[in-house]
């Protein structure tokens, strides 16, 4: 599963190949040498590399993808112009007990689980209204009514609808209140961070979908 040191303590490679020259990556002694006219230009310990872009021509071999699926490292193959055609991705570990909860669960369970989903995001964006001090009574209500009916329904449709409903009164809400601030800079620096929240909380929910 990639973590947190994956990303602080890896590395990105860019390799960019030369017309007229001979330009090939190989292992050697754990490293990933990068060859032009079979002199080395540059290695680097595999265990520190996280994924290889290399952009251009280049000689690559069978051992060389073996090495790489083996040391959990990608490679991107790049046109002259960046314009990614092929990449040989590794494959996580990834959460095993989470992807079980996931794919593995009874219909009851799975339904249990979205419940809960939309539960949560619910109450986060009355949380978010909140914070901002524009929760009046009247959402205060229609979030604790679509909460029991959330907790109540037992249809996937029901759910879906009402996680749809909230969304639209959530967004409409901050909608009409951005719109009356004028344009203000000020102002549209919040608007711009109640999008940044509202962008996590969509991918949130979506993303669990799969």
Known sequence: ???APDFKEKQILFVQ???GSENRIKFNN???????????????????IFA???AGDI???????EKCVKYGISLCLLKSNLELYAEIASR????????????????????????????????????????????DEAIEVAVKGAVAKTEATNDGQELL???GNMTKLFFGFTSANLAGNGGCREQN????TFCLISVTLFFSITSTRF
């Open 1 to 3: 599963m990639i973590s």
């Open 17 to 19: 190949s030369e017309r």
């Open 30 to 48: 754990d490293n990933l040498v990068f060859l032009k006219d079979n002199v080395i230009v540059n290695q680097l310990s595999c265990h520190k």
């Open 52 to 54: 290889v872009f290399i």
């Open 59 to 65: 000689s690559i071999t069978s051992v060389l993808i």
């Open 92 to 135: 996580a570990e990834g959460n095993y007990l989470l992807r079980n909860k996931q794919y593995k669960n009874s219909p009851e369970g799975e339904l249990d689980l979205a419940k809960c989903v939309v539960k949560n995001k619910i109450n986060n964006q009355l949380a978010l209204l909140r914070m901002e001090k524009k929760a």
């Open 161 to 163: 609808g009402i996680e």
């Open 189 to 192: 620096l919040t608007h711009i």
